[in-house]
C-alpha cells in the first residue's frame, strides 16, 4: 500500500496485518489514539462539522487562516474569545477520563489530539501533543519576533495584551490555521509512535483534515489495527479494523473494560 509519510515521500508498506485483531489489551500493548472534537462533544464542546458545526458558523478562511486573520484582528479575536468563553465552562466527559485512567493505571497509551480545548489534559492525560496547537496558548503573529509562545487562559484578553510587547504586532491565538504547517518536531513525534504502535484508536474524528487522519493510513498500512469510535461512519471508516459507533463518553469505558479482560475498570 502505498501511503505519504510526513516526510512527503510516499512509502510503500506491506499491508500484512500485524497483529490479528481481537486480542487482549495488557500494560504492554503500545496503543496510540488520534482524538478530534467528537470525544468532547459530550462536553458540550461544538464540534466542526456535520449538524451544529463551528465551521457552518463562518468563513473558514476569512477567520482559520493567516491571512483571514490578520485582516480583520478584531474579528478574529471576537470569535476566539467566544471559543474560550464556552470551552473555559466545559469539563472532561468519561471519554476523556477514561484515557487519563488507562494511563494512570500503567496502560501505554499516548494521544495525538486535533483538539485545542485542553480537556485531555484536564482529564490527567500527560502522554499527549496537540498536533493543531491550543486555544489557551497566543503567540505573536510576527513570524519573525522572538516572543514566545504563551499560556494565557483569561477570558477575555486584556486589549493591551493583544498586543506584542516586543515588536508590536497583533497577538492570535497558538492553533495551526488551516494552510499552516504543523509543527515538524511534532509531527516526527506522532509518526514515530504510530510506526511503533501494537494498536491505534480514532476517536471522535471525520478524519477530514491533513496530515492529522493520515496517521490512521500510515497505522493500517503498517498493519497495525485500527479501531474507530464513533457516532457515525467516516472517512476513515474503510481503514478500519473495528467501527465502535456509539456516544464515545460511553463506547470507551465499555470497550476498555471489554478488551483488557475486566482488569481496566473505569
Ligand atoms: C497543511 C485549528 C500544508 C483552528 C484546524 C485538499 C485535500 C486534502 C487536504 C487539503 C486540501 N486542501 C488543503 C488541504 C490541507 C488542509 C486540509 O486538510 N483541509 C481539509 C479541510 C480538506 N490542511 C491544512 O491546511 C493543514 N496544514 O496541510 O499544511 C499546506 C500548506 C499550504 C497549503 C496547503 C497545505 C492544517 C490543518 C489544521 C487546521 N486547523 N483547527 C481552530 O480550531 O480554530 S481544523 C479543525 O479540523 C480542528 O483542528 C479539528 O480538530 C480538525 C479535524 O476535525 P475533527 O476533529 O475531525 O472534527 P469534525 O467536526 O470534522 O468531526 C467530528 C467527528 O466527531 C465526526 O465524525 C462526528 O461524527 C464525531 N462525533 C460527534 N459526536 C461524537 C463523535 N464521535 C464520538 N462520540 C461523540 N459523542
Redesign the pocket.
Same mark, same amino acid.
Given at each position: 500500500m502505498n501511503v505519504w509519510g510526513t516526510d512527503g515521500l510516499a512509502h510503500f508498506y506491506n499491508t500484512e496485518p500485524m497483529n490479528d485483531w481481537p486480542f487482549k489489551i495488557t500494560k504492554n500493548t503500545r496503543i496510540t489514539a488520534l482524538c478530534?472534537?467528537?470525544?468532547s462533544?459530550?462536553s458540550g464542546v461544538p464540534?466542526?462539522?456535520?449538524s451544529g458545526?463551528l465551521w457552518n458558523e463562518i468563513e473558514v478562511q476569512e477567520i482559520?487562516t493567516s491571512t483571514g486573520f490578520l485582516s480583520n484582528p478584531e474579528r478574529g479575536w471576537e470569535f476566539?474569545h467566544e471559543?474560550r468563553k464556552n470551552m473555559g465552562m466545559c469539563k472532561p466527559n468519561p471519554?476523556h477520563e477514561a484515557l487519563a485512567k488507562l494511563e494512570q493505571d500503567g496502560y501505554d497509551i499516548f494521544i495525538v489530539t486535533? %483538539?485545542?480545548d485542553g480537556l485531555q489534559q484536564r482529564a490527567g492525560s500527560t502522554k499527549l501533543i496537540e498536533i493543531?496547537?491550543s486555544l489557551w496558548k497566543i503567540k505573536c503573529s510576527n513570524a519573525r519576533c522572538k516572543k514566545e509562545s504563551q499560556r494565557n487562559t483569561d477570558v477575555p484578553i486584556a486589549k493591551e495584551n493583544l498586543k506584542c510587547d516586543i515588536c508590536g504586532s497583533w497577538m492570535r491565538?497558538d492553533?495551526? +490555521? +488551516?494552510?499552516?504547517?504543523?509543527n515538524p518536531s511534532l509531527m516526527i513525534e506522532a509518526e514515530t509512535r504510530t510506526r511503533e504502535s501494537d494498536l491505534f484508536f480514532v476517536?471522535?474524528?471525520?478524519?477530514?483534515?491533513?496530515?492529522?487522519a493520515g496517521f490512521a493510513q500510515i497505522a493500517k498500512a503498517l498493519g497495525v489495527p485500527v479501531i474507530e +469510535? %464513533?457516532?457515525?461512519e467516516?472517512l476513515l471508516s474503510d481503514f478500519n479494523d473495528e467501527t465502535v459507533l456509539?456516544?464515545?463518553?460511553e463506547t470507551l469505558p465499555k470497550f476498555l473494560e471489554k478488551h483488557t479482560g475486566g482488569e481496566f475498570k473505569f
Open positions: 478530534g472534537a467528537g470525544i462533544a459530550e464540534t466542526y462539522r456535520g458545526g482559520a476566539y471559543r471519554g486535533q %483538539n485545542i493543531h496547537g491565538p492553533v495551526v +490555521f +488551516f494552510q499552516e504547517m504543523l476517536i471522535g474524528t471525520s478524519g477530514t483534515v491533513y496530515p492529522a +469510535f %464513533n457516532i457515525e467516516t456509539g456516544p464515545s463518553g
